[in-house]
């Protein structure tokens, strides 16, 4: 079974970047589709970000389109996020999610609910 774990979260100013990882065990991550989705108080979670397996097709939420890009080092069996410019509404607990690629493909649309591994979460705190 495919087990995630999330880091390098943390807190940032408006305008930074942050780089997060979501290293994978268990299991070849090459097998899964990569999403990240973000979770902030009240509000629903959300994707985005999306990754294919082979790493050859992403996908992105409107609202980070230009400024996040997700890509992967299956080598190391880890996918990462790249946070640049950074705003005050990015700030949420973000989670890597894992959907097994014979299944068919996801988006950053996708439901959270049809990924079957998540890690555990990492806080990203964007304040001046």
């Known amino acids: 079974q495919l087990q995630l774990v999330e880091s390098g979260g943390g807190l940032v100013q408006p305008g930074g970047s942050l780089r997060l990882s979501c290293v994978g065990s268990?299991?070849?991550?090459?097998?899964?589709?990569i999403a990240w989705f973000r979770q902030a108080p009240g509000k629903e979670r959300e994707g985005v970000s999306c990754v294919s397996g082979s790493g050859g097709t992403t996908n992105y939420a409107d609202s980070v389109k230009g400024r996040f890009t997700t890509f992967r080092d299956n080598a190391k069996n880890t996918v990462y996020l790249q946070m640049n410019n950074l705003k005050p509404e990015d700030s949420a607990v973000y989670y890597c999610a894992g959907y097994e690629a014979f299944r068919g493909s996801v988006t950053v649309a996708t439901t959270p609910w049809r990924f079957d591994y998540w890690g555990q979460g990492t806080q990203v705190t964007v304040a001046s």
């Open positions: 268990g299991f070849p991550l090459n097998a899964h589709a």
